[in-house]
């Protein structure tokens, strides 16, 4: 599909948000000069959208609803042209490429936002394409799974194949406690996978994709891997890597040829890897987003490059025929942590150094954000203040299953 807007009448941009999410994205796009639509959910209109960015906004009971949402966006289409539908949230994303689909929109389909929302899509493409995955097993027949569990050493995960946050992943010790869980599953089994659970350090690419090349990343490593926080509770921390060093670059090397693999052609895209007991990265999961928790501050800290903006940006530019340049990336390190407060409103003012550059405004939650020129200063004030995090803050919550609502 080619984009065939090149002169410079307003574009029509229409957003669809299942979650209160990519307020940035909306205020740029609307400074970039586009018409902005917003697509909610009902139980979200008392959200603090960005009201005086959006032209257009309706709300629909749940998002994800065919034929609904086709018949939804086609009587507004009626009225209104629209060039462009962009997903806010993950939850978004198929319905989105299936609406592309649909009115023939440009940028990606169905077949390749599989590639960026479906777990055993994923790891099935980068596997064909070469690229080292921990071992993994669709669940739809038996004899595959037997044939798996003979193979492959316990523990593995059961994944969902289209959930975040580590919610439903459940370890494995034993085929026998697959079984029983199976069962329970019922038709549900096959929107799930079995993989290889790879003890390692995990890391997040973050990038910004151009005309099919990556044109911005970042490497970051979480200083826990983040389903031992989500299951047992702890400060969630990632940080920058050391730009310079060989380990960095080979992993940005290897992200770059992933995500055009999985045939990415403008966008953002968070991407996990996890190093294994060989020094090795493995393909973790991929997704067409900017990523949570705070990682669009996180990346701006350090690069001084916002993706949501960058996002919006680079759609209109693509909408109009135009070119997109990605600023430059200034350089610096920065951290993130945050953790499940017993506080309400947790009081943050004896956090006082310089470093800070932003702190999380959330109930329940502390958090800050943390950037500096040099990387051990940011190591440092990761050790004091996660030791501090942890008597004045943390709070231990159960994990869930599925999705907030
Ligand atoms: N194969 C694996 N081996 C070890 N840890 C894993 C594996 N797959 C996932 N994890 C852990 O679970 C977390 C969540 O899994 P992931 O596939 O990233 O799903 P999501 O983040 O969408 O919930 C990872 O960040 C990592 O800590
Ligand atoms: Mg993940």
Known sequence: ????????????????????????FLTAAKQAGCRVVLVTREKLHNEPWPW??????????????????????????????????????????????????????PNMGESVMRHFRDKLAMRVKARQEG?????????????QLREFMDR??????LKPRAEAGAMGIKRMDHSEMLWRKLDELGDLQS????????????????????????????AHQYLQPPIDVAHDGGVFVTRTMPRKEKETKALLKMHNQLILALGMERGVAH?????????????????ARVGGANIEQLVEASSGINLWAEWAKL???????????????????????????????????GYQDPEIVYRVHKQQHAGLILASPQQERVEQLIRDYSQRFAQDFLAVAPPLDTAPT
Request: glycine residues 6%.
């Open 1 to 24: 599909m080619t984009d065939q807007n090149s002169t410079d009448r307003p574009v029509t941009i229409l957003c669809l948000a299942s979650y209160f999410k990519g307020t940035t």
């Open 52 to 105: 005086d960015s959006i032209d257009d906004v309706f709300y629909m009971p749940q998002l994800a609803k065919q034929p609904d949402i086709i018949y939804a966006v086609a009587y507004f289409m009626r009225g209104k042209a629209v060039d462009q539908i962009i997903p806010l949230d993950d939850y978004d994303v198929l319905t989105v490429a299936a609406l592309r689909e649909h009115f023939r929109l």
């Open 131 to 143: 690229f080292r995955v921990p071992e993994f097993t669709a669940v739809f027949n038996y004899d």
């Open 152 to 157: 492959v050493p316990p523990p593995w995960l």
């Open 191 to 218: 929107y799930f996978l079995l993989e290889q659970y790879v003890a390692g350090p995990v890391y997040h690419v973050d990038a910004i994709v151009w005309r099919g090349k990556v044109v911005f990343a970042t």
């Open 271 to 287: 991407t996990e890897f996890i190093k294994g007991a060989d020094g090795e990265f493995y393909f973790l999961e991929t997704a």
């Open 315 to 349: 759609e209109t530019a693509a909408l109009r025929g135009q070119e997109y340049q990605v600023p430059e990336d200034k350089g610096a390190y920065a951290g993130v942590m945050i953790c499940l407060a017993r506080q309400e409103w947790p009081d943050l003012s």
